[in-house]
């Protein structure tokens, strides 16, 4: 369940730099950098899409602005990154168990 998201990819002129364009904007206007080794705290879109792309490959960093998603490789890995942007919104994967109503209720209460 949840919505894929869709992307155009591409590369970039300067080499190990990779550049996604989603349906969807994730920040707005506002700019987001993340680089290897930050502690990202938040749990916003841009934020848990950083923190998933860090964990998926060797990246240095990772920009996002409104829709565009720019990621510098630290190496020839870029892992399962399309994988990562695709899933971004999907929440009840195979093997993951959908809580009942009774129990959706109980987290509201």
Excluded: C
């Amino acid at each position: 369940m949840g919505q894929p998201v869709t992307f155009l990819s591409s590369t970039s002129p300067k080499p190990g730099v990779l550049r996604f364009e989603l349906n969807r904007s994730l920040t707005g206007m506002g700019h987001e950098r993340y680089a290897k080794g930050d502690e990202i705290l938040h749990d916003r879109p841009p934020d848990v899409l950083a923190r998933r792309i860090f964990e998926a490959g060797d990246v240095d960093s990772v920009h996002i602005y409104g829709s565009m998603v720019t990621v510098t490789l630290a190496s020839s890995d870029q892992g399962d990154l399309e994988t990562v942007l695709r899933e971004l919104y999907t929440y009840y994967v195979p093997g993951v168990e959908i809580p009942s109503d009774e129990e959706l209720i109980a987290m509201v209460e």
